[in-house]
Structures are given as C-alpha cells and as structure tokens.
C-alpha cells in the first residue's frame, strides 16, 4: 500500500470555506476510490455534524483522544459515505487548550495518535479550527502538507501573509517536514471583477502550487452541511460537486517525494 497522505485544511481567516473544503475534499476522495480519514480539531465540530454526525451524542471524540483517554481507532466513525470515517469533536475539544498545558511534548499529541491508524488509509485529511492555538499546532505537526482555502475577497492577501510565516515558524521549530499542499480559490464568483483581480495577484505573489480547480460560490454547497451531506451526495450534479470532484482529482494525482 502506497504512504498515507496527511493533509491539514487550515487559514487562520475565518468564513473561507475550510470546512466546507475539509469535508467535500475528504468525501470526494472517497468517492473516487480512496480510503479517507475525516480529523475534526476545531471545536465548534462543524466536520462533524456536516457529515451528519450528531456532535452532542458522541461516546468519544479527538478530545478524548488527546487527552489520552482512548487511541484514535476507538474514536474513529463511519460515516456511510463511500471510503470515509470520521474522528469527530465537539465543544470538549475547547477545553483542551488549558489541560494540555501540563503534557509533554504537547505539540505533538496528534501525531502520536495517528501513528496507530495511518496504515489503514490512503488520506488522512484533517480540519484545523480558524486561529493559531493548540489544536492547530497539533494539527500541523501531524500534518504532511498543508491545503490553503482562499475566499476571493479583499483581504484574501492580508491573511494568507499571515498564515504562510506561520508555516514557516511550525517548519523551523516543529515539524520541518511541513510543505503546502497548495492554495484552493473558494467561493468565486465570475462575474465580478474583485474575485477575477484577487486569483490574478495571488497567483503573481504566491511561490506554491495553485489548484485550478476553484470552488465556485454556490447555494447548494451551502445548503448540504444543513442536511447532514458531502456536496457528492446533496446534489453530484451541481458546480460545487464537480468542482470539488475535480480537486481532489488533483490532489490524487499530485506527486510528492
């Protein structure tokens, strides 16, 4: 079996699409055949009840996971969706900012605990909370490459500066394995000039692999998380499925050392 890839969907910009990216990327790669493990680190578990997971009712989460209560594979859910689990969360994780303080190479608790499921997977994505705490560090020192969604707007640039010197400190201090996976364009919106204009100067400014696959802004996509779905099951036909069909075609077929 070919290495397990490790991917952390992070910007430390709320409203971007993160999770909506981590979660259509992860159900799309398992519709085209790969076996996908969904890791929800943000506590607002938004991954979660995305995939119709019920976040209030879970026998064990990430936290319990990182607190050391219980190994990763004992937290791990299907989804019944083709190819994907799900290690989900909910508002416990919140907590683990104060009680990790005492651990040991806390940093580095998720990478610890994904050692022991790695090998039954072909990805393993994971969903970053929006700011640069704990949870995200784990998550980045967990991860293999880092996948960047990028909302076209004004100030696209401004926070994707910010998250670019924060995976150069996690590559000078933690993890120097870290690469970015790319940069994916969300909600675009083709008939204005400002989402045209902010693809064009990052694409200038940006030295990273740029997806061409862009995710269009689309009512059905965000219709689907309500719904408990992946875009690949809400409606496979729509902008949205095929464009995040078309990403994680990309992703499969980008080669890394």
């Known amino acids: 079996m070919s290495k397990v890839r490790i991917i952390a969907v992070t910007n430390q910009k709320g ?3 993160k999770t909506t990216t981590a979660i259509n990327l992860a159900a799309s790669l ?20 995305g995939l119709g997971v019920d976040k209030n009712q879970l026998d064990a989460s990430v936290y319990n996971v990182l607190l050391g209560e219980i190994p990763l594979s004992e937290a791990v859910i299907g989804t019944g969706f083709d190819n994907l689990d799900i ?11 104060i009680e990790l303080v005492s651990f040991d190479d806390r940093e580095y608790l998720l990478r610890e605990c994904v ?14 909370p929006p700011s640069l705490n704990i949870l995200t560090i784990n998550s ?19 926070g994707l500066e ?4 924060t995976i150069r400190v996690m590559k000078d201090s933690i993890n120097p394995d870290l690469q970015i996976e790319g940069v994916v364009f969300t909600m675009f919106d083709s008939r ?8 064009d100067e990052i694409k200038r400014s940006l030295p990273a692999e740029i997806y061409k696959a ?14 408990g779905l992946p875009i690949t099951e809400y409606d496979p036909r729509s902008k949205g499925a095929e464009s995040y069909m078309e990403l994680a075609q990309l992703v499969i077929e980008r080669k890394w050392n």
Request: charged share 15%; net charge negative; glycine share 8%.
């Open 30 to 49: 398992g519709k085209l055949g790969r076996k996908t493990l969904l890791i929800d680190t943000d506590p607002q578990g938004n991954s979660t009840s």
């Open 115 to 128: 050692q022991s499921v790695k090998d039954n997977y072909d990805f393993i994505i994971i969903d970053c």
């Open 87 to 97: 290690a989900p969360a909910n508002i416990n994780l919140s907590g683990a900012e």
């Open 192 to 199: 204005t000039n400002l989402s045209i204009q902010v693809v």
């Open 140 to 158: 980045l020192a967990a991860a293999d490459t880092v996948l960047v969604p990028i909302q076209c707007e004004y100030f696209a640039l401004e």
């Open 214 to 227: 862009i995710i269009p802004r689309n009512v059905r996509l965000g219709e689907a998380p309500s719904h």
């Open 162 to 165: 910010q998250l670019l010197y």
């Open 15 to 17: 409203g971007v699409g």
